[in-house]
């Protein structure tokens, strides 16, 4: 059977007990606390802790899988725009305007990468993005 997203291996599922966010909690030997396993993993993986404010993701989209390969370091955001992208869902986004927090309109003004680059990575459309560039939309942000 092919997997989801290019993933060669197949999910490998914590025995760990499950915490609230539903996540498998495991006790961390070396600081005395429990953790999340996916996290104790992905920081195997990368041999050195998780950035401050980034988070394991899955490339799975599977809470409780703790194989290596589908796991990756990345932020709240990322998280959110992968499921986004995932789902093909755009619920309660108004015409892409939510989407965007403040730092990123900045960027995009100030960027020179091609426009259809930064619709790719922010996931809207390149419209979108011309449209902020042109100060069609989010004009009170300078
Ligand atoms: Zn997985």
Redesign the pocket.
């Known amino acids: 059977m092919p997997l989801e997203g290019g ?1 060669k ?4 599922i914590s025995p760990s007990p499950v915490g609230s966010k539903g996540y498998p909690i495991c006790w961390d030997f070396v600081q005395k606390r429990g953790r999340t396993h996916t996290r104790v993993v992905l920081e195997e993986k990368l041999g050195r802790p998780i950035k401050p404010g980034f988070c394991a993701l ?5 809470r409780r ?3 290596q ?3 990756y370091e990345g932020t709240f955001r990322d998280n959110a725009r992968d499921r986004e992208a995932r789902n093909r869902s755009r619920k309660g986004i108004h015409h892409g305007n939510a989407m965007f927090t403040e730092a990123d309109i900045k960027f995009i003004r100030q960027s020179l990468v091609s426009d259809r680059q930064l619709a790719k990575r922010f996931g809207v459309g390149a419209t979108t993005v011309r449209r902020v560039k042109k100060r069609e939309t989010w004009a009170h942000i300078k």
Not at 9 to 12: G, T
Not at 58 to 62: A, Q, S, T, V
Request: overall charge negative.
């Open positions: 993933l291996k197949p999910c490998k899955h490339h799975c989209d599977n899988c703790i194989e390969e589908h796991l």
